[in-house]
């Protein structure tokens, strides 16, 4: 079964903004996949129907075989999502962020005390467990974002645009740990308007523009044919 399988995808706000047009879209399991294009493209609103921010108008979407309208709450299990902007309470620690956040999503305390010690090894965050989120750098606080969306031991990570408006070190930060995640077999897919950003880390992708997909598939030969 693929991770992400879109068909016809089709959405239109209420003002009668035509945000996609008819998007067609695979991503294998085991992939670290891009979402590429300029602004207004339409990556937003994909990304917000496959987690389920958005309602989509028509067509399909099937994470990990699991029909999103049908089976929502089931297809959301297999989803971490990654939001852009940084919406984490500044006066909490790190570890408490993690435990609240799992046991939200009803993982019993102890498994979730686990796991907070296990994301935060892997985020490079195990000295800062117990300080305030508000103490940490910017890079910090982004892979902590990223360690509360593997909480949940999600299979399919989403980032909508994780790297906007952060510097060239943070950038190659957050990279680092989506690679770790990304090699430890969590398939991710991610929207970025940066083609290096993509070349830096993506097997595959695709560009949107307009809300139509013009390219899909791999990097190296779309790569070969700039
Ligand atoms: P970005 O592409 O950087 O994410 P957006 O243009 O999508 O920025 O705008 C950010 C937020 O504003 C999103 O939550 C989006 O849903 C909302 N938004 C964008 N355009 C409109 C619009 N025309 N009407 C209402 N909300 C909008
Ligand atoms: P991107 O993420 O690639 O910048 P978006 O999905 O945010 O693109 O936007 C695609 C189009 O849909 C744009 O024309 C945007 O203004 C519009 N749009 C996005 N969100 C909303 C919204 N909540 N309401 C109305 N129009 C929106």
Known sequence: TLALRVRDLRKT??????????VTLDVEPGDFFALLGPNG??????????SSLVNLSSGSVEIFGIDLVRERSRAMREIGLVPQEINMNMFETPR?????YAGFYGVPRAEALVRADQELERAHLTAKANVMVRTLSG???????????????PRLLILDE???????EI????????????????????TTHYLEEAESLCRNLAI?????????????TLLAKL
């Open 139 to 153: 890079g910090m606080k982004r892979r902590l974002m990223i360690a509360r969306a593997m909480m949940t031991r």
């Open 13 to 22: 706000y209420d003002n009668d903004v035509t945000a996609l047009k008819g």
């Open 41 to 50: 493209a339409g990556k937003s609103t994909l990304i917000g129907i496959i």
């Open 171 to 190: 950038r190659r930060d957050m990279w680092t740990n989506l690679r770790e995640i990304n090699r430890a077999g969590t398939t991710i897919i991610l």
């Open 96 to 100: 408490d962020i993690l435990v609240n």
């Open 208 to 220: 949107i523009n307009r809300g139509e997909i013009i390219e899909h598939g791999s990097m190296r």
């Open 162 to 168: 994780p790297t906007a408006g952060v510097d060239i």
